[in-house]
């Protein structure tokens, strides 16, 4: 079945750690995308990625690094200077046609401090 | 002022009502407006997608949307339990980028 897989489901950073989250597709889709949610709150761009080897910042891209060296996959690193990282981390993707009702989601990444 | 505003709730509705969430937006350029439901520790999919004024349906589903008014609302008939989650409203600020509201909790008493 085609879709995006992120992993792992809970991940726990300790003080000054850099963790990555991983996120894969399998949609053939040229766009992906990170979102932050923070507790009763919305999805905030972190950063997102239009073709493969190229990325953009989002609007809250401070702490946080990605690279896109292949298509199917745009792994998102929580670096230490990101000082508040607990929230619920997820990815999307669409095709090339940008058409946002084709966005499709990730299951999620809960990132939690230690 | 937020880019995209929404009423946190939690909006509580008998089963069979209809719950009616509501989304103002700041921006008047905006043209494509979104609207998710998400359970708890999932993630977000998609309800209702609308560009053009007025309504549009889906099922149990109605989307409107006012640009004169920068308004869109999601109306839901027949509300289930299953309805209960988060309703998060989005705007398309450029092509492939949704900005989203904080979304209202809604929760359907059987």
């Known amino acids: 079945d085609g879709g995006i897989t992120q992993s792992p489901k809970y991940l726990f950073r300790k003080e000054g750690q850099n963790v990555t989250l991983s996120c894969e597709q399998n949609l053939n889709h040229d766009a992906m995308y990170w979102y932050r949610q923070d507790p009763g709150q919305g999805l905030r761009l972190i950063y997102y990625?239009?073709?493969?080897?190229?990325?953009q910042k989002g609007d809250i891209a401070e702490g946080y690094s990605v690279s896109r060296e292949k298509k199917e996959s745009f792994p998102l690193t929580v670096t230490s200077a990101q000082k508040n990282p607990t929230a619920f981390y997820l990815c999307a993707s669409t095709d090339y046609q940008g058409t946002n009702e084709k966005l499709f989601f990730g299951s999620g990444t809960q990132l939690s401090v230690l | 002022q937020k880019e995209v505003e929404q009423n946190s709730g939690p909006l509580s509705v008998p089963e069979g009502a209809i719950a009616s969430l509501n989304c103002t937006y700041s921006d008047r350029g905006s043209q494509s407006f979104f609207w998710y439901r998400q359970y708890s520790g999932k993630s977000p999919e998609l309800i209702m997608f609308i560009y053009s004024n007025g309504d549009k349906e889906d099922g149990r589903f109605t989307a409107q949307l006012n640009k004169a008014s920068q308004y869109v609302s999601l109306l839901i008939r027949d509300s289930q339990p299953s309805d209960s989650a988060t309703y998060l409203c989005a705007e398309e600020k450029t092509a492939r980028q949704l900005t989203f509201g904080s979304g209202t909790q809604l929760t359907v008493l059987p």
């Open positions: 990625s239009q073709i493969v080897n190229d990325f």
